[in-house]
């Protein structure tokens, strides 16, 4: 579905827009306390790609329910018709960047959709 030479990156929102973020999608349910729209430049707010509810709070960003976490939000994702709005974005654009809001950069649901969306990708 992607084009070849598609690809994800992902990036806190709090960081600042760079040129080459490609099309910038944020990925969270919730919008970050203290970005405006403005300063975001986002190309689009996919909040339905985001963990459901009840997965986000029972992980509640705590590394040891990660793994868990991780296994469940996948289920979510195999899913989940806005993926295919991701990968559709990323044949469009060539680069998508995926923004979150976590503090943590490797244990928190945009990691786990990058991974997920690699393993679909290009050539799905």
Known sequence: MAKAGASFAIKRIYAEPADD????????????RGVSKERARLELWLKEVAPSPP???EFAHM???????RAQYEDELAANP????LLEL?????????LY???DPDVNHARVLLEFLAAVGPGE
Do not use: I, M, N, S
């Open 63 to 69: 590394q040891e329910r990660f793994e868990d976490f």
């Open 90 to 98: 990323a044949a469009r654009h060539g680069k998508v960047t995926l």
């Open 101 to 103: 809001a976590a503090r």
């Open 82 to 85: 806005a993926v295919g709005q």
């Open 55 to 57: 997965l986000r709070q």
């Open 21 to 32: 973020d490609g099309c910038r999608v944020l990925v969270d349910r919730l919008w970050p």
